[in-house]
């Protein structure tokens, strides 16, 4: 591997952690705690060890693609993937920072649908770039089975402070 490859992996990391670094600009907090929550909610210090490892596994994901296409070989599915990025970071600041677990919800829909289509793009270019994000999808669609049950048992009377 090439100097100008490991710079572009940690290039990818890097925006990956960005991504991340909502998590840290809205943490849970008090507002949280007080929401009802369904029984099979993991334990709050479960997530930061799973979305570190998935973090870690969207940043080698979007570099092998770079890898095997380059940016202008690969420029629609690597779009997709900055999309799913951005859909990522908005959805802590969306539910922990406005306290709409409704509108989190809409949102991590969009960010499910961005992950399936970051997938199907990748697969053709590169299959193990595509089945790396597979875990994530498996992550979000029970991240947003938690945020819908959390939303419902919460509906009409979510804290807002």
Not at 4 to 31: M, Q
Request: hydrophobic share 60%; proline share 7%; aromatic share 16%.
């Amino acid at each position: 591997m090439d100097i100008s490859s490991i710079i572009v992996l940690i290039g990818f990391a890097g925006a990956c952690f960005l991504a991340a670094a909502t998590g840290a600009a809205f943490p849970p907090g008090d507002w949280y705690e007080r929401l009802a929550k369904p029984s099979w909610r993991p334990p709050n210090w479960l997530f930061a060890p799973v979305w570190t490892v998935i973090y870690l596994t969207i940043a080698v994901s979007g570099w092998l693609v770079w890898r095997t296409s380059g940016f202008a070989g690969a420029a629609l599915p690597l779009a997709i993937y900055l999309l799913q990025l951005v859909l990522n970071a908005a959805w802590t600041p969306i539910f922990f920072g406005l306290h709409r677990p409704d509108l989190a919800f809409m949102e991590i829909v969009m960010l499910w649908l961005s992950i399936l289509a970051t997938i199907a793009t990748f697969y053709s270019l590169n299959a193990a770039a595509a089945w790396l994000l597979v875990p994530y999808l498996a992550w979000v669609t029970f991240a947003a089975a938690l945020n819908f049950t959390i939303w419902r048992l919460n509906r009409g009377s979510v804290p807002r402070s």
